[in-house]
């Protein structure tokens, strides 16, 4: 499965990626109306790219993007569920519904964890945020991510990325 960069037209499947990370739990408990009106969900997306944005976009042989991974820092006065520091830029996960239990979200996992090495200014830390019960809890303690503090119903884990090279 091809992995390429994330480039300024893949701002419309992040919000669909938006979506489906939000619905992780197969319920469709926000609609892409929802959050595209709701401002903390639209902070992951508003804009792709600004100054320091990076991500990358899982897609078929055939080039049809299925899943993407992308981090943003976000400011202390607009943080988002995962914020650690407005020098942590926190991450979003997602793959289609159709590709998910597949080793998809582990490959986009480590190509963004490389991609944050291999920044202009090298990324020391990625956070994100996991509600309780989601599967992904599990691949993210595999690549290191560590529980940092709870809001809620969910863990926001952090994750120190090894230097590239």
Known sequence: MPVRPATARDADFFRRILWEAYNW????RFTA??????????RYVDGWPRG????????TDAGEPI???WAR?????RPGYGFV???????TLGVLSAHRRRGHGRTLMEALIRAAAEQPRPVARLSLSVEDGNPAAYLYTSLGFVRAGRQGGSDTM??????SG
């Open 85 to 91: 520091a407005a020098d942590v830029p926190e991450l």
């Open 158 to 163: 952090v994750l120190r990325v090894p230097c």
């Open 67 to 69: 899943g993407a991974a």
């Open 33 to 42: 109306e929802e959050l595209a009106a709701d401002p903390h969900a639209a």
């Open 73 to 77: 820092f976000l400011p202390e006065d």
């Open 25 to 28: 739990n197969g319920e469709h």
């Open 52 to 59: 320091g944005d990076f991500g990358v976009v899982a897609e």
